[in-house]
């Protein structure tokens, strides 16, 4: 029996920036097309900010000038944009509004440190029993270590859970535990598939707002991670 669900955070709770806003970035900061992500996300000051190595602030410090950024105060500036254009997926949201009825729900997150302010600060901290973010612990997915120590958090065994994903392989990696494993692709796609791994078709009634979301799932301009 199913006793609880792990959600990554990024690309499944919240939602990827539409291509336009990434663009309209990238002119004004006056890089080259397709290489804000790559600047941002794969640089060694960010793994070093997924462990926790190196706090926000340091971490926009640092990136700054490769884009285009050459003092603080400017990276500062650009930082407060880019958080407040953060959103959550509002049909996300709702799966989780119906789920933590009946289960226990953590998220399982490659994040840098602060990811529970985060989610308080979207209303929603309250609906997980765990968040396990590699930032505060110093490991990140697929370390079998980080899903067996949400696990015992969640005093859930292996085949009792179910882990979404929007990486195939960190899915895999719950999967060799024992782990149901969901890989996310969209909101639809999961209602279908936990409502037939939960034996709960009415989950796969999904009826997602269509109007955007409220302010309480927008970012703030607070200290946040990319």
Not at 28 to 40: H, K, S
Not at 83 to 91: G, H, L, M, S, V
Not at 147 to 174: K, M, N, Q, S
Request: charged share 20%.
């Amino acid at each position: 029996m199913i006793k609880g669900i792990i959600f990554d955070f990024g690309l499944v709770i919240s939602t990827p920036r539409p291509k336009t806003l990434v663009r309209a970035y990238e002119a004004e900061l006056g890089i080259a097309r397709d290489t804000l992500n790559p600047i941002l996300f794969e640089s060694p000051a960010w793994q070093a900010a997924l462990v926790g190595r190196l706090g926000m602030t340091a971490f926009w410090h640092t990136i700054g000038p490769q884009l285009g950024l050459p003092t603080r105060s400017a990276a500062d500036a650009f930082r407060r944009r880019y958080y407040a254009d953060e959103k959550a997926n509002p049909a996300v949201l709702e799966l989780i509004r119906r789920l933590r009825v009946r289960y226990r729900l953590a998220i399982l997150s490659n994040h840098p440190p602060g990811l529970s302010g985060w989610l308080r600060d979207w209303g929603i901290r309250d609906d997980f029993a765990v968040v396990y973010c590699s930032g505060d612990e110093g490991r990140v997915k697929p370390d079998p270590v980080v899903y067996t120590e949400t696990l015992a958090r969640l005093a859930v065994r292996p085949d009792e859970a179910v882990f979404i994903d929007d990486t195939a392989g960190h899915v895999a990696a719950g999967r060799a535990l024992g782990i149901h494993g969901i890989h996310f692709t969209h909101a639809r796609q999961l209602a279908s598939d936990l409502a037939a791994l939960l034996g709960d078709q009415s989950l796969a009634s999904l009826s997602p707002p269509t109007n955007g979301i409220s302010p309480a799932v927008s970012a703030t301009t607070k200290e946040r991670s990319p």
